[in-house]
């Protein structure tokens, strides 16, 4: 594992194809370059906050200029889950046909749109918010894609030893970082001890064959917001390739899958950001190539409270905020939905056991900690190492 301080020399020669800035969960804010935040259901975050704005290949794919390029890149954004989408596909100099352009656009929104449908906890009509107010016992029928997420959540549960648990909501919004809870008071002991008998992925069953989900427990509550983004840019990756599509950038609320390469024939290039409250800074530029990339941080989605910074970074096995000096973790992976529920995990385990964790399963990840100084210490994983190896500009 390497340790070392910031340092812009060597990013001033790469050109990232997207900037990311640390970014909330499910309900984030996203700015991408040109869009204003937006509002709406999902926008308050379990997580911090984050900015993806597509530069270098759109810029050189669609200029005009003295001949058409040898490869061209269509740019595809909007709004879905009360935050932003881009997706830049590259294809050949002949670009994609208006009929072409209308379908994948539609399908990108139709396929966002859906998961928000079901699994927004914003919208009481959903799927989830339906499931969560009920203290039945009985089985609850589910469709296909919410199943998978309970799925995925059980998985991530029992991968990180339940530092990842989707049931940890009711302490989400006692601790306000819930809909319409940012003005509750602090819980007391009694609240916190009571709130923490509902918490665990153990106390949900789940039927495959009839598709249902059963709660073993009242008052049992759930939230995907730790990785659903990341879901959605894996079930839009799989919309894109079963079209035929191989060289592609997508980015939902800063979850990132990228295959094949950019307009200019390059592997396509990603900037983090540094952590700051104003302004924007790099951090680091990665390549990202057949694989996904997600990055959670708590630096700016909080709350004062009596003089309290409280971090919306909930931490399943005390159920109270972490606290702690580590600001962001980005982490890479072959699925998007695994690389953020994992980066969640790795914050909430801290400077100390988030690294040791990564660094004992063998997992891609970049830590940015906080110094007394106010300045950021940058700890790697070998398996991150291996790939920032690859970014590094030829002498």
């Given at each position: 594992m390497a340790t070392r301080r910031h340092t812009l020399a060597r990013l001033r020669s790469l050109a990232p194809d997207v900037f990311v800035r640390v970014r909330a969960a499910w309900q984030r804010r996203i700015v991408t370059r040109g869009v204003p935040p937006v509002g709406g259901a999902w926008r308050v975050a379990v997580r911090g906050a984050l900015v993806a704005a597509v530069v270098?290949?759109?810029?050189?794919?669609?200029?005009?200029?003295?001949?058409?390029?040898?490869r061209r890149a269509t740019s595809f954004s909007g709004v879905s889950m009360g935050t932003g989408w881009t997706v830049t596909v590259v294809t050949g100099p002949e670009g994609l046909s208006g009929d072409e352009h209308r379908a994948i656009d539609d399908e990108i929104a139709a396929t966002l749109g859906r998961i928000d449908t079901l699994m927004s906890t914003w919208q009481p009509a959903s799927e989830l918010s339906r499931f969560n107010a009920s203290d039945d016992l009985l089985p609850f029928p589910v469709a296909p894609e919410t199943f998978d997420m309970f799925q995925w959540?059980?998985?991530?549960?029992?991968?990180?030893?339940?530092?990842?648990?989707?049931?940890v909501a009711p302490l989400v919004e006692a601790w306000g970082f819930g809909p319409a809870s940012r003005d509750r008071q602090l819980p007391d002991e009694a609240t916190i001890a009571r709130l923490r008998q509902t918490?665990?992925?153990a106390l949900i069953e789940l039927d495959p064959a009839g598709h249902w989900v059963r709660k073993r427990r009242p008052g049992v509550r759930v939230d995907f917001s730790a990785f659903a983004p990341g879901y959605g840019a894996d079930r839009v990756a799989d919309h894109l390739t079963a079209r035929g599509l191989t060289d592609y950038l997508i980015d939902v609320s800063g979850e990132l899958v990228a295959r094949g390469r950019n307009a200019d024939g390059r592997i396509w290039q990603v900037g983090v950001e540094r952590p700051q409250a104003e302004g924007i800074a790099v951090a680091h530029v990665v390549p990202l190539q057949n694989r996904a990339m997600a990055t959670s941080g708590d630096y700016r989605n909080f709350r004062e409270v009596d003089?309290?910074?409280?971090?919306?970074?909930l931490d399943p096995r005390t159920g109270r905020p972490a606290r702690h000096d580590l600001a962001s973790v980005t982490?890479?992976?072959?699925l998007a939905v695994r690389a953020d529920g994992l980066a969640t995990a790795l914050l909430v385990l801290g400077p100390d056991e988030g690294p040791a964790f990564a660094e004992q399963h063998g997992l891609p990840a970049l830590f940015l900690i906080r110094r007394p100084d106010g300045r950021f210490d940058?700890?790697?994983t070998t398996a991150f190492e291996a790939l920032d190896a690859a970014a590094a500009p030829a002498p």
């Open positions: 270098a290949s759109i810029v050189m794919a669609s200029a005009c200029g003295a001949g058409e390029p040898a959540a059980q998985r991530l549960s029992d991968e990180t030893g339940g530092t990842l648990d989707a049931s918490v665990g992925m003089g309290q910074r409280l971090s919306h970074v982490v890479f992976d072959d940058e700890r790697t």
